[in-house]
């Protein structure tokens, strides 16, 4: 780097600028691809009035929503109304600061020096990642406490009891990803999956699965929406907001999604590396640029979510826990000690 | 308990299902640019012929709402050379904001084809103001003033028949009265 000013200040924050605007654009578009696969789902056509195809229909939305009246119910706690969007946004957002979306990349030459195009990587990324978004669970539960509405607390409890229940085998699987790459450092993760060759889901398949069971579950969407449940909640712990406050808790779901599809991409399928990345024989997927990996198996995710919404009823809360504490979390366990005995097994190969 | 059922394969069939439809042909209509005709026994819009109507009230008293407003007074007409008396049709009113296309007044009248019909596969008589726009005198019933009629479907006043909104039906041959 020329200058410390420019290393320390001026790249950070036009990383930070343009990390931001990409996750808000996504999760803005998420909205209008939600509604259009699972319009398609339902062999319908979905949103295709409001521009070429619809595709300003997300620009429309979020206009309606900066335009329409900003409601606080009277007996609200009113600060802690104003916070709790608030609190789900930021975490979800602050995750984004050590994801690795690539390598670092002169950007085909044009800047002087290759600079990584994630904000930093610390050596403990993927706790920093685990404990930064479930801070998000706080604002879902003041939200539903200060709407002083019995629907929106219910919404708020079950929430907080979904997550405890499903972060703990969480954390088990990403033990298990941890104990093959030998590191916590998420840029460490993807080249350890370099250098075995393999991405982490073939030997962590079963990890996988967990993770991104407990993904959906922490990012309350189906199966796993009880915190909104329509049918018994109302609309759970955002019955009472409207408006951009709303809104906001809708960012901070599709952010926390781009997340654990994110997290998924990391630790088991490769970040930004082509599929069999020792394979010499495939090198010619190279031409695709590493961000473009990442993006597209992100997208494959992000697609696997709506799926599901698309596909599956919604748990009783009794199964929800019964799946979280009886199978979810034993099965995690056993996972852990298999995948600790491979590596003890195998040593130096992985 | 096997261990098969451990596996979520039930999930994967249903993530199949939606997989699936996912790709198949949409069934939405585009309302405004294209639009699915009407069966032919579909009821829409009432047409109305004063050349048919004998004055019979048979409508009047078979609509169960009471919608249908006729007034008459008896003229002395000269017919085949006789002096005869005959009803002549002053008012025959229909509020259509309140019709419930039961079909009833079509089934009760006694003409040949029927005076009154419903079947004319014309639906939009959507308005701003119900009272004066969906009220519908004998004139409008038959000019269908203010209507817009399903594409092809002429107005009753140009001949539209009932049971025959667009005219393409061939007449049925040896089943004639």
């Known amino acids: 780097m020329t200058s410390p000013l420019i290393a320390f200040l001026v790249v950070p924050l036009v990383k930070i600028v343009v990390i931001l605007l990409a996750v808000l654009v996504i999760a803005l578009y998420m909205s209008f691809f939600e509604r259009k696969i699972l319009a398609y789902m339902q062999i319908r056509l979905g949103p295709n009035r409001v521009g070429p195809g619809g595709w300003l229909q997300a620009i429309a939305d979020a206009f309606k929503l900066l335009s329409k009246e900003d409601v606080v119910p009277g007996r609200a706690e009113k600060l802690v109304f104003l916070l709790a969007p608030g609190l789900v946004v930021v975490p979800a957002l602050v995750v984004f600061s050590v994801i690795p979306f690539g390598p670092a990349t002169t950007l085909f030459g044009l800047l002087p020096q290759a600079v990584p195009p994630y904000l930093t990587d610390i050596n403990v990324g993927i706790l920093f990642v685990l404990g930064v978004s479930s801070v998000g669970i706080y604002g879902i539960i003041l939200g539903g406490w200060s709407s002083n509405n019995k629907f929106s607390l219910m919404g708020g409890l079950r929430s907080a009891a979904q997550l405890i229940s499903y972060e703990v085998p969480m954390g088990f699987s990403v033990v298990a990803v941890v104990l093959m790459a030998n590191s916590l450092s998420l840029v460490k993760i993807v080249e350890a999956q370099k250098q075995a060759g393999v991405w982490y889901v073939v030997p962590g398949f079963v990890a996988f699965f967990i993770y991104f069971v407990c993904g959906v579950a922490e990012t309350n969407r189906n199966p796993f929406d009880l915190p909104e449940a329509e049918s018994e909640l109302v609309a759970g712990f955002h019955t009472e907001y409207s408006g951009m406050k709303w809104a906001f808790f809708f960012l901070g779901e599709y952010a926390n999604m781009v997340v654990v599809s994110s997290i998924a991409t990391v630790l088991f399928f490769g970040g930004w590396l082509r599929p069999f990345p020792s394979v010499a024989l495939l090198s010619f997927l190279d031409v695709i640029p590493p961000f473009l990996w990442f993006a597209f198996k992100v997208a494959v995710f992000l697609f696997i979510y709506i799926w599901f919404r698309g596909t599956f009823p919604r748990y009783r809360f009794d199964q929800l826990m019964a799946l979280g504490w009886k199978v979810l979390l034993p099965v995690s366990m056993a996972n852990v000690m298999l995948v600790g005995l491979g590596v003890l097994l195998l040593g130096g190969r992985r | ?177």
């Open chain 2, 1 to 177: 308990m096997s261990f098969l059922d451990f596996l979520p394969l039930d999930l994967l069939k249903g993530l199949g299902v939606t997989g699936r439809y996912l790709l198949k042909k949409k069934v939405t209509i585009q309302y405004p640019e294209e639009r699915r005709e009407p069966a032919d026994r579909f009821r829409g819009m009432f047409g109305f012929s004063e050349e048919r109507c004998i004055v019979c009230h048979a409508c009047a008293k078979a609509c169960p709402i009471d919608i249908i407003h006729i007034q008459d007074h008896f003229e002395e007409l000269e017919v085949d050379g006789k002096r005869k008396k005959k009803k002549v049709l002053d008012r025959y009113d229909i509020d259509v904001k309140r019709c419930m296309f039961c079909g009833l007044c079509e089934e009760a009248c006694p003409t040949e084809p029927v005076a009154i019909w419903l079947t004319t596969k014309t639906y939009e008589t959507s308005a701003y103001e119900r009272n004066e726009q969906l009220y519908f005198t004998k004139e409008r019933l038959q000019s269908w003033e203010g209507v817009m009629p399903y594409p092809g479907v002429k107005t009753p006043r140009q001949g539209q028949m009932p049971g025959d909104a667009t005219g393409t039906k061939k007449p049925k041959t040896g089943e004639q009265k």
